[in-house]
């Protein structure tokens, strides 16, 4: 009894101890692990955010500088050149007429965006500011902050776009931040233009997505001082003595969160540093009622597990008891056998788990041993016939004792994909796995046996008697199909299935096994998972085909950038070549070659490598050959093509770059003897890309464009000057006077010296 009362002891002990320890150890981790989680879930939700209100100031600052860009390249702009005495400018009727028009669209600008109070215009070394309100004298002007920090970035030669809050032009009881945009990278003024933000509208923009009023997100400079925030007292105040607020500034990484206490509340406080203005991105978030519900969560746990402790262990004893009553009546029964020694130390568990193990082992050694030598000598005879040299006789197998044999060469479909998904003996395993199912489906009907292949081959031979070789064909396509649909499902890919020819004599098996692996081409037109047998040849009818149309729809498509026009093209390209039954394998691959060499000459006329396009590793030729079905090469091919308009944008976007770069030359230079080639070196673009790229984006040529500058200029110095004519030749970069006579009749319709007279009329 000593012995018995031992054992379920030691039973309820173990089965406890697998209960218990399990519920304690996940009490403690659920408990620390869903405060954890909850901790950074909330701050990953915090940065997610700060991203969103990130991106919803990039986006208004970069509409404010296309703005800016923009009006620095107004024509009208371009015209205040030299009017820099307000006065004087009243007095003549085409400077003032000049000053109406600009300021009509400095306030159209502020009508069109509710964001903005006020947008300015100043001109360094003039006596008035240009503003969406009017004109006024520089002196009397009471908005002047933004001028300060415009002219002390100047002196300092330091860059600057964004001004900290002031109060309102129009309005006291709110706030703007400025951006100043220098003139001087887009036009030969000097000065800048000013767009007035108002901060509340930023303010509501950054905090659009919190739901929590006591959830919040500010911006501060590098110094602390406070640019946004939905507490206006605060604005461009500086915090960096407030404890949370100096842990970001003197943070070393540029995003992060932190728990803070804050008036004895618990506060998650996230924050985003960006490089452009030093700005930073402050949120804050209550974290109470979270605190609240995982504490009430955490009490609710430890109450059920005390309670399942109790009764596990209840439990334990009772199974305990129930077990060890038949593990007794079965030891006993073990020890009255003859030829089974449980003799040892150990308790009846452990005399059973012996006496099991060697009894399971010695029959399983046993049945691998007969089951390998049969396999064996079956897999050796079936792989000898198909070499055409058999070892030993038919007489003695007895495999195929029927007259007619065909051979089955079942394929994995995508086996590329099937190699790298699964390893040697895994793919050896499933490999084993279609054939002991084909042979079960196939064996239905007819007498069969098959042989594992290295690479993406599992072949079936059927033995067929006289009267089924007229049905054989059907019933294997029947059952194939079962094959297919199971081993679709272990496998994760399809199979194809192709069938050789019916001989009398096993020995001309060979001859199956090369028929059926020739059909295998058939797979490309038929698709995948597809049941391919012996047919007989089509005549050629077509000496060549090819759809030329449509090879130039779609390289037109490619020129426009349509990926959907193009996707449409391509899919008549190919149900062109599906409609033509008469088209073979082979005919199909000179198709898609020649479709593939003329889209390689297409790049090469554009001057574009392949390299560039799809990367210095991609063999196009080698990639179509690994294609198995026509399908395949359709998304191939919609890949490429796809991927040389994504190219061709590319390149377009990084042409917008360059026209910038283009007309601040183009501004700075005008006056002298531009030479096209040297403005290609300075841009670091060749002669014909500036070309191309100029003409893309102003849509004229890049001489007229410069030519019409210098007539501009030279109308204007005929207006405002007595410089004689052949000084105003010689300063614009006219050889002689009787060259810039030609070209100003040209572009006007007059001489100069005509103009000059109208003018002063």
Known sequence: MMKNYSIIVKLMIILSLFIIIPIITITFIFN?????????????????????????????????????????????LNKLYGMDDIHQAIKDSDNNLMLYQFVSKLSDIVKTNNAYSSVYLYLDNSNYVATSNGVYPK???????????????????????????????????????????????????????????????????????????????????????????????ILNKNLSDISYISKVLDSNIDRGHFIESINGKRFLITYLKTGAE??????????????????????????????????????????????????????????????????????????????????IKQEDQLFRTIERDHKNFRENYLLSLLRGKPSITEDEMNLFPLKSTLCCVIYIDKYNDFVSNFSYEHQYYLKSVILNLSEEKVGESFKCSGVVLDGDKVVLIVNISDEDIISVTSVLKNAFSIVQREAAKVIET???????????????????YNEAQNLIKQRFMMGHEAFICQKEDIADTNKYFYPFNIEKQIFNNIDIGSKDALLISLSCFFDEIKQNKNLSYDNVMLILNQLLGNTIKYLLDLNISVSKVFGNDFNIYSKLAEIETLDEAG????????????????????????????????????????????????????????????????????VNYINNMRIEEAQRLLRQTNMNINDIALSLGYNNKQSFNRFFKKYVGINPGEYRSIKAN
């Not at 009490?299 to 109790?310: D, E, K």
């Not at 199979?495 to 060979?510: A, E, H, K, P, T």
């Open 32 to 76: 620390y692990g869903i405060m954890k989680y909850s901790e950074d879930e909330i701050g990953r939700s915090g940065l997610g955010k700060l991203d969103s209100a990130r991106s919803v100031t990039d986006l208004l600052a970069q509409t404010i500088s296309n703005e800016s860009l923009h009006l620095s390249l107004d024509e009208t």
């Open 139 to 233: 002196d009397n002007f009471p908005d002047d902050t933004w001028l300060k920090s415009y002219i002390k970035s100047k002196e300092m030669g330091a860059p600057l776009s964004w001004t900290n809050p002031r109060p309102s032009d129009t309005n006291g009881n709110s706030s703007v931040i400025s951006y100043i945009f220098p003139l001087t990278y887009t036009t030969n003024l000097k000065g800048s233009i000013t767009i007035n933000v108002y901060e509340n509208r930023l303010s509501t923009l950054i905090n659009s997505n919190n739901y929590d009023i006591s959830d919040f997100i500010s911006i501060i400079n590098s110094k602390g001082d406070v640019i946004s925030s939905v507490d206006k007292s």
């Open 278 to 359: 030093n700005w930073t991105y402050v949120g804050v978030f209550s974290l109470n009622t979270l605190t609240t519900k995982v504490n009430s969560l955490k009490m609710s746990i430890i109450y059920i597990s005390i309670f399942l402790l109790v009764l596990f262990v209840l439990l334990s004893y009772i199974i305990s008891r129930r077990l060890f009553n038949p593990v007794k009546k079965l030891v006993q029964e073990i020890k009255s056998r003859k030829g089974i020694d449980i003799i040892g130390n150990g308790n009846e568990f452990t005399l059973l788990s012996k006496t099991f193990d060697a009894m």
């Open 494 to 512: 399809t199979i194809s299935v192709c069938l050789g020819g019916i001989y009398d004599d096993i020995l001309n098996i060979r001859n199956s």
């Open 635 to 702: 998304l191939f091919l919609s890949n490429i093509y796809l991927q040389i308009i994504e190219y061709n944008e590319k390149f377009k976007v990084e042409g917008k770059s360059h026209i910038v770069k283009i007309l601040d030359y183009i501004h700075k230079n005008y006056k002298k003897d531009i030479a096209i080639n040297t403005l290609a070196e300075h841009v670091g673009l060749s002669y014909s890309h500036v070309r191309k790229i100029f003409n893309d984006e102003t849509g004229e040529n890049i």
